[in-house]
């Protein structure tokens, strides 16, 4: 059975970091090209940035204009997205998203390509 869990949300102040974290269960971690997400409160969900399953290419939404860094640990099963400079506009629930890749495919970008997710975590950015 495929979970993924995310951690690492809470609450934090504007221009505050955050690390997420996103552990794979029930999959074989260096097949997937992992991606995450983000909804915030009355808006609709949307793509945050991925990272193909070597780790090798990123993509970013272009509202993380440099501040967030996806990264994986295949040894480990671990995906990451490290958020600076936040702002009150990055509150959402964050989502890890798995999809089965093949060694040369670029980075997933749309959700519908992802076969698996987690619950999410919260993060809160205060003014």
């Known amino acids: 059975q495929v979970q993924l869990v995310e951690s690492g949300g809470g609450l934090v102040q504007a221009g505050d970091s955050l690390r997420l974290s996103c552990a794979a269960s029930?999959?074989?971690?260096?097949?997937?090209?992992m991606g995450w997400f983000r909804r915030a409160p009355g808006k609709e969900r949307e793509f945050v940035g991925s990272?193909?399953?070597?780790?090798?290419?990123?993509i970013y939404a272009d509202f993380v204009q440099g501040r967030f860094a996806i990264s994986r640990d295949n040894a480990k099963k671990t995906l990451y997205l490290q958020m600076n400079s936040l702002s009150p506009e990055d509150t959402a629930t964050y989502y890890c998203?798995?999809?089965?890749?093949?060694?040369?495919?670029?980075?997933?970008?749309?959700?519908?390509?992802?076969?698996?997710w987690g619950q999410g975590t919260q993060v809160t950015v205060s003014s």
């Open positions: 998203a798995a999809r089965l890749s093949t060694a040369t495919a670029q980075p997933p970008r749309w959700a519908a390509e992802f076969q698996h």
């Open positions: 990272i193909s399953r070597s780790g090798g290419s990123t």
């Open positions: 029930g999959v074989t971690f260096s097949m997937y090209g």
